[in-house]
Antibody
């Protein structure tokens, strides 16, 4: 049973850096891609970026200049940092594990199979 | 960027109704499409992947079809637990984008 538990600061001021961490319990950590996805209040979902166990990253081009995703394989955790936040970054942020075809011990990320509980991050002065 | 457009945005239906939601991609995505169900205050839940494969544990009243640019999610007989918002999601060349959502409401 794979479980993702996330945490981080919920209230930020404009220009500050958002920081969230997601811990993975159960299942394998290596061999999968791990993503961050956000959802502004009352709106749809936006993929932010992904990382694998070896630290290879891929970011949404619209956020790439402000996003850093990192991994700590010793703790089965991965983290999100988003710099220079504005009110437009107010959203529920989710961590997720990718699902897809697996080959040679690694799985592609075609969809998002397991999700964290979500963290509401509000940016307000 | 590949844009995903869902229709309708809102759907009013009754328990027992057959419900169909459409998702269109701005360019061909083969069968790289997933569907999710989201209830208020909860994370999305994967229902369908690769356009038509049912995720383990998901009731068989949910089904998906389509390829290329047009896809559908069908609920064969709507149950009280199915009133929620549904999202499609595409995967193509290292990017993932979602539709804007379809809210299924009680009629």
């Amino acid at each position: 049973q794979v479980q993702l538990q996330q945490w981080g600061a919920g209230l930020l001021k404009p220009s500050e850096t958002l920081s969230l961490t997601c811990a993975v319990y159960g299942g394998s950590f290596s061999g999968y891609y791990w993503s961050w996805i956000r959802q502004p209040p009352g709106k749809g979902l936006e993929w932010i970026g992904e990382i694998n166990h070896s630290g290879s990253t891929n970011y949404n081009p619209s956020l790439k200049s402000r996003v850093t995703i990192s991994v700590d394989t010793s703790k089965n955790q991965f983290s999100l940092k988003l710099s220079s936040v504005t009110a437009a970054d107010t959203a529920v942020y989710y961590c997720a594990r990718g699902g897809g075809e697996c080959s040679g011990g690694s799985c592609y990320q075609e969809y998002f199979q397991h999700w964290g509980q979500g963290t509401l991050v509000t940016v307000s002065s | 960027d590949i844009q995903m457009t869902q229709s309708p945005s809102t759907l009013s239906a009754s328990v027992g109704d057959r419900v169909t939601i459409t998702c269109r991609a701005s360019q061909s995505i083969s069968s790289w499409l997933a569907w999710y169900q989201q209830k208020p205050g909860k994370a999305p839940k994967l229902l369908i992947y690769k356009a038509s494969s049912l995720e383990s544990g998901v009731p068989s009243r949910f089904s998906g079809s389509g390829s290329g640019t047009e896809f559908t999610l069908t609920i064969s007989s709507l149950q009280p637990d199915d009133f929620a918002t549904y999202y499609c999601q595409q995967y193509n060349s290292g990017t993932w984008t979602f539709g804007q959502g379809t809210k299924v409401e009680i009629k």
